[in-house]
């Protein structure tokens, strides 16, 4: 009878351990059991916010569930990045992110960031990226970037660059232009990137950076002259302009890139089964053709790739932040 008992007992041990491992399976695998929601800490309309509401419309599609997207923003996408941050962990919660919020604006903002990229925010995975091209007036008697390095170096604290304000991404892009190649040039700060394509496009300003989605317009129309795209390889809507890469500058690389984070305590189970819906809308032909549309390229990749990514970028711009010495208060 004892042993009769015992064996009741072991085999009662072994069916609850089976139902206590089916059951938390059944668990993971219930995710997402309710709509999925996307912070994304800039204003509608913006290049984040295109890029999101496209994906978002694929990845309901594939989870099958609804994407709500939740626009956030203010003070470069600091304010959004931050709420996000901190607010309750949530494993149906996320947040697109650039390489501002990622790797630049620590150095810009110092101790009034709200947040820190490192300790809270856990990557999913990389959505798409963009070139920076490197523009000109039409009417600048340059014609390729080598032309305008000896143009400038022939008449120092005489070429200026207009940018979207102190901080931003083209002003800390011409910066390390002006650091690297020991250039001699003023930066205009205007009121957006409207105002700051205008003054290069009417020589007000001889150069401007900035991303593809902002200027293949103007390059098309013949507004602005293209001396090369800040990759290793040319861009496919330029096929015609040369890569820094491929002129002898290396280290003038940079892309625009956008990547979907989580917060720092979400799941693990909930970052994998994204990273793979994410990465089977990345593949789709029709999608890569939709960001293609938008001047964007498809990314697929792993958690691990958006940390390497993010913390290399975290080197490059705070030695320009910091020689730069741009700040914002």
Known sequence: MKSQLSRFVRIS?????VAA????????????????????????????????????KNLSEE????????????????????AFAKATPDDHYFLMVTQSQMSINQFLFKDKLGYDPVADLQ?????AQ?????????????????????YTKANPGKVSYSSAGVG??????????????????????????????????????????????????????????PLAVTMSKRWFQLPDVPSVDELGYPELKTT??????AQSKQSKESITRLNAALNKVLRNPEFVARLRE???????????????????????WKAVVEASGAKID
């Open 63 to 82: 989870l099958g569930q609804q994407v709500v997207i939740e626009n956030k923003g203010g003070a470069g996408g600091t304010l959004g990045t931050a």
């Open 21 to 56: 491992v089916t059951g938390s399976a059944y668990a993971q695998s219930n995710w997402p059991n309710r709509p999925i929601r996307i912070v994304v800490p800039y204003a509608a309309g913006g290049s984040t916010d295109i890029t999101t509401r496209l994906v978002a």
């Open 130 to 150: 963009t070139s920076n091209a490197i523009v000109v007036p039409a009417s600048l008697p340059v014609k390729t970037f080598k032309e305008f390095i000896a």
């Open 13 to 17: 041990c072994a069916l609850a351990c």
């Open 294 to 316: 938008q001047s964007l390229e498809a990314t697929p990749s792993t958690p691990q790739d958006v940390v390497a990514l993010a913390d290399s970028d975290r080197k490059k």
């Open 256 to 261: 625009v890139w956008f990547a979907l984070v």
């Open 123 to 127: 990557p999913v995975g990389l959505v």
């Open 168 to 225: 931003s991404t083209g002003h800390l892009l011409n910066e390390l232009i002006k650091s690297s190649l020991g250039l001699d040039m003023v930066h205009v700060p205007y009121k957006g990137n409207g105002p700051a394509m205008q003054a290069v496009v009417s020589g007000e300003v001889q150069l401007n950076t900035d991303n593809m989605p902002q200027l293949v317009a103007q390059i098309r129309a013949g507004k602005v002259r």
